[in-house]
C-alpha cells in the first residue's frame, strides 16, 4: 500500500512538473516572435493561454516573408526543445521510461512538444500553422483576400475541433471557440484595413455633432448626451480649439462623485490627438488603436473642427464597401 501511495504522489508530482515545464516554454515562444520582430513592429506583451503564447503586436507584418518567418519562429522553439530532450534520454525514455531516472517526465516532454509542433502547424488560422497559410497565399493574393481564404479554412478547422471535443476531449471546444473568433475577427480587421487604404477621413466622418466648452456643467453634458446619439463629445477651448474629448465613460464616472463643482474641463480628457480631413483611413484608424480613443477629432486646414472620427464610422464604411461588388477586393 505504501508502494502503490509513493508512486502515485510520484506520478502525481511528475504530472505538475510537466505542466509547469511545458507552460514555460511558452514564453520562449514568444520571445522568439518577439526576436523576429525587432525589424517590423514591437510587441507591447504576450498573454500566455493554455494552448500557448499569443504575442499581441502593434501592427501584424503584411510582407509574407515576414510573416512566414514569425508564424514559423514559435514551432521552431518546440522543435529546438524536443531535440535537447531527445539527446538528453528522451529516445531512451520514450522505449522505456523506468531505465532512465526521470524518464517518464522526459517522455512525457517530449511528447508534449511533439503534439504541440504538429498541433500549431495545422492550418488553423490564425494558429501558426493558419498564418504560414496566409503569407503562402499573399504572394499570389491580396493580403485581404489571403487572409479571407485562410480565416475560412480556420473555421472549418474550429468545426472539426468542435465536434471532436464533443465525442473526445471537452478542451477541444475551448480551441474551437479560440480558432473561430480569432479567424473571424482576423478577417474583419483585415478587411477594414484594406477598404481603409482607399479613402481619406473625410469621407466617413461625422460633420453634425455637438461640441462642449471646458467651463460647461456637467448637467449640460448630461443634457447633450441625452438629446443626441453622441457618445462623445469634443471639448474647445475660449478660442475655438480643441481642448479635450469628453467621453460616456468618464462623464458617468464623474456624476458618480457627486460634486457640483466638477465642469466639464475637470474630467475630460486632455491627450486626444487629432487627425486632418487628408489623413487616410488606415493611419487615423492606428491613431485611435494606439491611443485607445473611442473617437478623435478631425480638423481641416485651418486646424478648425470640422468632424469626428469614431469606430462606427469604420464599420459603416466597411458595410457601405461590402455591398458594393465592383470595389470588392478580388
Not at 30 to 46: H, L
Not at 96 to 108: D, K, M, R, T, Y
Not at 233 to 262: C, E, H, M, S, Y
Request: with cysteine; net charge positive.
Amino acid at each position: 500500500m505504501a508502494g502503490l501511495r509513493l508512486l502515485r504522489a510520484r506520478r502525481f508530482r511528475g504530472g505538475i512538473e510537466s505542466r509547469h515545464i511545458c507552460f514555460a516554454s511558452f514564453p520562449l515562444r514568444g520571445v522568439t516572435r518577439i526576436r523576429a520582430r525587432v525589424r517590423c513592429e514591437s510587441v507591447p506583451d504576450i498573454t500566455l493561454l493554455p494552448i500557448g503564447g499569443v504575442a499581441r503586436l502593434e501592427r501584424m507584418p503584411e510582407e509574407p516573408v515576414q510573416e512566414l518567418i514569425i508564424a514559423v519562429a514559435g514551432p521552431l522553439v518546440n522543435v529546438v526543445i524536443a531535440l535537447g530532450l531527445f539527446i538528453a534520454g528522451g529516445s531512451q525514455a520514450l522505449l522505456n521510461p523506468s531505465s532512465v531516472e526521470g524518464g517518464g517526465l522526459i517522455a512525457q516532454l517530449l511528447t508534449i512538444n511533439i503534439m504541440l509542433v504538429l498541433f500549431n502547424l495545422l492550418p488553423a488560422f490564425p494558429m501558426d500553422g493558419g498564418r504560414v497559410l496566409r503569407a503562402l497565399l499573399a504572394t499570389r493574393l491580396s493580403y485581404a483576400r489571403a487572409t479571407q481564404v485562410a480565416a475560412t479554412v480556420g473555421q472549418g478547422f474550429a468545426f472539426v475541433f468542435g465536434f471532436i471535443g464533443l465525442l473526445w476531449n471537452p478542451f477541444l471546444l475551448f480551441i474551437a471557440l479560440f480558432v473561430y473568433i480569432g479567424a473571424s475577427q482576423e478577417a474583419a480587421l483585415a478587411q477594414m484595413r484594406d477598404v481603409s487604404r482607399r479613402f481619406p477621413v473625410s469621407s466617413a466622418m461625422v460633420r453634425e455633432f455637438r461640441t462642449l466648452s471646458e467651463d460647461a456643467s456637467l448637467q449640460e453634458a448630461v443634457d447633450a448626451l441625452l438629446a443626441t446619439s453622441q457618445h462623445d463629445f469634443p471639448v474647445v477651448g475660449d478660442t475655438g480649439n480643441v481642448a479635450g474629448l469628453l467621453t460616456r465613460q468618464d462623464l458617468i464616472a464623474a456624476l458618480r462623485k457627486n460634486d457640483p463643482a466638477l465642469r466639464v474641463g475637470d474630467v475630460m480628457r486632455r491627450d486626444i490627438p487629432t487627425v486632418t480631413t487628408g489623413t487616410r483611413f488606415e493611419d487615423a484608424f492606428r491613431i485611435m488603436q494606439e491611443c485607445n480613443c473611442p473617437a478623435v477629432p478631425v480638423l481641416d486646414r485651418m486646424k478648425r473642427l470640422v468632424g469626428l472620427l469614431t469606430p462606427e464610422n469604420v464599420t459603416e464604411l466597411m458595410m457601405v464597401q461590402s455591398a458594393m461588388p465592383r470595389r470588392r477586393v478580388l
